[in-house]
């Protein structure tokens, strides 16, 4: 099955959406403003609004950089897909626990990743539904799927952040700044800044050498204000979606043209940073295979033990639910 989807990749670049919300359809016009892929279809249980979000995407095909086949569908559209994209989930309801609210998003998925899987599929799944760390898990524990092949957004979106603040406090190009923001996409989320770079130049080394321009104080704002900058969003305009889309489409970039890049998605521990049968988000090789190998960072040993801790809480979080 793998070999028959790394073959039909070179051909046609086939994309299943599964979810229209704000962050599945964010997704879904940055893949068409990039051209990430050659065909996309669009499930969603409403299906008028899938046919809508199509019908608005297609008007746009003429200012796009390439063609792209895009219509709505079903789950049996996914068996010949890539790339299962599952942005598909249930909002919190007022007075809900995340306990609740998990145990719900488990049940949804149970539905849709067992249709997408009983399609025929034999891709990627790519999964973006919050908590994401833990769905990602239920997604590859429902689908039976190797690891490699089931992979969540992770700490992608909360890397880039961090690349923005930082090229902000050292006025440079975001793309120059090296750091990764890593473990749960959420609370417990911390950047290793001991092995964070400008270039080719530490950051702690920057901030002793210049501590009036480059303050180390700083530092632990910018990790507080990384880890916050959802609510942030989320009081100002009631979601985010524009960065997730993006970040999305940028793993996706990476699969379909076998890149070999580093991303912090989240991905399955089998021993690294000490920890096993956790999905957390760490930097890792992705290309058309999906993960290749997740990548072991020298952290300090209170960095290892704020890994420990936020894999603790991931870890108990899926037990909770299993139960």
């Known amino acids: 099955m793998e070999t028959k989807f790394l073959e039909k990749a070179k051909d046609n670049r086939k994309v299943a959406l599964i979810g229209t919300g704000l962050v599945g359809m964010s997704y879904a016009y940055a893949l068409l403003n990039q051209g990430g892929c050659d065909e996309l279809v669009l499930i969603d249980l409403d299906r008028q609004k899938a046919e809508g979000e199509a019908m608005d995407l297609n008007h746009g095909l003429a200012f796009a950089p390439g063609s792209m086949r895009i219509y709505a569908g079903d789950y049996s559209d996914c068996r010949d897909a890539d790339l299962a994209v599952i942005c598909a989930g249930v909002a919190q309801k007022p007075g809900e626990s995340r306990l609740e609210l998990l145990q719900r998003n488990r049940e949804v998925f149970r539905l849709v990743v067992g249709q997408v899987v009983g399609s025929g599929f034999g891709g990627i799944f790519l999964v ?13 524990a429902i689908s039976g799927f190797p690891p490699s092949r089931v992979l969540g957004t992770g700490t992608a979106l909360d890397t880039a952040r961090l690349r923005y603040q930082l090229g902000e406090l050292f006025d440079i190009d975001p793309r120059n700044a090296h750091a990764y923001v890593m473990g749960e996409h959420g609370d417990s989320e911390f950047v290793p800044w001991s092995q964070a770079m400008i270039a080719t ?24 204000e990384v880890r916050d900058a959802a609510q942030k969003i989320i009081r100002a305009k009631k979601a985010t979606y524009y960065g997730i889309g993006m970040a999305m489409v940028r793993i996706t970039r990476a699969i379909f043209g076998n890149e070999n890049s580093v991303l912090t998605v989240s991905s399955m521990l089998n021993g690294e940073y000490g920890e096993r049968e956790v999905y957390a988000g760490v930097p890792c090789i992705v290309n058309r295979k999906g993960i290749r190998e997740v990548l072991t960072l020298s952290l300090t040993e209170e960095e290892r033990e704020r890994m420990h801790k936020s894999c603790e809480l991931l870890r108990t979080c899926f037990e909770e639910i299993k139960e």
């Open 128 to 140: 973006a539904t919050n908590p994401v760390d833990v769905m990602t898990r239920v997604t590859q």
């Open 201 to 224: 130049k530490p950051v702690l080394e920057l901030c002793r050498q210049f501590p009036q321009q480059y303050p180390k104080e700083r530092l632990g704002e910018i990790g507080l």
